[in-house]
């Protein structure tokens, strides 16, 4: 799904599962990706735009800008060549490529959201938009001679990815605040590119400035979300979820082209918040696509996601309850389609926000496991009203 460039176009239409570029919240991913029942304010956008109605009455902007890549040595490899650029020296460039050469395909990814929230408690209702913009490069380093060594006849080759989200959601409380409902519309362009050269050539001209060109898909779609507060036990303060994303499938046409059809799928969640005085817990679950509707395609073949990869459990600490409801410091632990996550925060207050979080993702089937880990940061930058 990530490399537009290089899927086969054996058919008119060809499946995609669109939600695995944007629902992936640096906090939601530390706890495991099980955020419907708790996404609330921007990530809500993302999420359950039922959501929007969790925060206390607020007015918010965020900027946020993120860097995910493979965990380890490439990781810190490639932030330490900061991109493969002309403003990088020869010998740099010469020692990046001979350390990956013959090794699987990288993976490395830069997003920038930014978000508006509104939430009016007295009125029950709140509001959001966002638009985001997240690029994806696929960086293989093909050992074309089998050496197993460095030659400057080696390829590197680059699949990059950019999805645009442009996003407008509603929230509302209704039966004494119990049952919030919410929804989303999603307006979508996707682009894709392809570079390939030998070493030699990557080093003599200095580097690649790494760009998104070819084909712009577009398409549209809306989610609608429920949260059911469960007000019988305030001491655990139980929250259900459930959320149904691209209602009635989702398009992505450019004229010419073969079509990537996005399917309707549901999720179902679950999460408790105990307090324990200044300390504050917080335990979700969650089931994707309980459907089975999103499937994989590998060699031409759909297969279908196993309950396992399509599973999430995570758990959140955090200290220091400030006035938007989010904590000064948080710590994290989840599974991830069964895959350990985890994480760490620094609220300053909501005005400036650090995150890491180190993850692991199932892209395979359920015959098939593809687990990829990651480590990614971010810094954002919001201002409440």
């Not at 899927?7 to 706890?31: C, H, K, S, V």
């Amino acid at each position: 799904a990530l490399l537009l460039a290089a899927a086969p176009a054996r058919a008119q239409t060809l499946p995609l599962d669109l939600e695995g570029f944007y629902r992936i919240e640096l906090r939601a991913l530390a706890m495991g990706n099980a955020f419907t029942p708790v996404a609330r304010g921007e990530s809500a956008l993302l999420y359950n735009p039922a959501g929007l109605v969790q925060y206390s009455d607020d007015v918010k902007v965020d900027l946020s800008l993120r860097l995910d890549a493979e965990a380890g040595p490439f990781f810190s490899d490639t932030l330490s060549l900061q991109k493969l650029s002309g403003s990088n020296s020869g010998p740099e460039i010469q020692k990046y490529l001979a350390t990956y050469v013959g090794t699987p395909p990288k993976l490395a990814l830069g997003q920038t959201f930014i978000n508006a929230v509104q939430n009016s408690g007295a009125l029950n209702y709140g509001i959001g938009v966002g638009a985001l913009s997240q690029i994806r490069y696929v960086f293989n380093f093909q050992d074309t001679n089998a050496s197993g060594g460095f030659d400057t006849t080696d390829h590197l080759i680059i699949d990059a990815t950019q999805l645009n989200l442009k996003v407008a959601s509603l929230g509302i409380k209704v039966h004494n605040g119990q049952l919030l409902l919410g929804a989303s519309l999603k307006d979508f362009t996707l682009q894709s590119a392809h570079f390939d050269d030998t070493f030699g050539n990557v080093i003599q001209s200095g580097g690649v400035l790494i760009g998104v060109g070819g084909p712009i898909y577009k398409g549209r779609g809306y989610d609608v979300g429920m949260i059911w507060r469960y007000s019988a036990g305030p001491a655990l303060r139980a929250q259900w979820s459930l959320t149904a994303n691209n209602v009635g499938g989702i398009t992505l046409e450019k004229a010419g082209l073969p079509t990537f059809e996005i399917p309707a799928s549901y999720d179902l969640g679950l999460s408790m918040a105990p307090e324990f005085g200044p300390l504050h817990i917080l335990i979700a679950a969650e089931v994707d696509d309980v459907s089975g509707a999103i499937k994989v395609q590998d060699l031409g073949v759909d297969h279908k996601r196993s309950l396992a990869q399509r599973g999430h459990i995570g758990v959140e600490a955090g200290l220091w309850k400030t006035a938007t409801g989010d904590n000064v410091l948080n710590v994290r632990l989840g599974m991830n389609q069964g895959q350990a996550t985890s994480g760490w925060e620094l609220n300053l207050f909501s005005v400036l926000r650090v995150i890491y979080t180190k993850y692991k993702i199932d892209s395979g089937y359920d015959t098939k496991k593809v687990v990829q880990e990651f480590e990614a940061v971010q810094a954002t930058v919001g201002f409440g009203f």
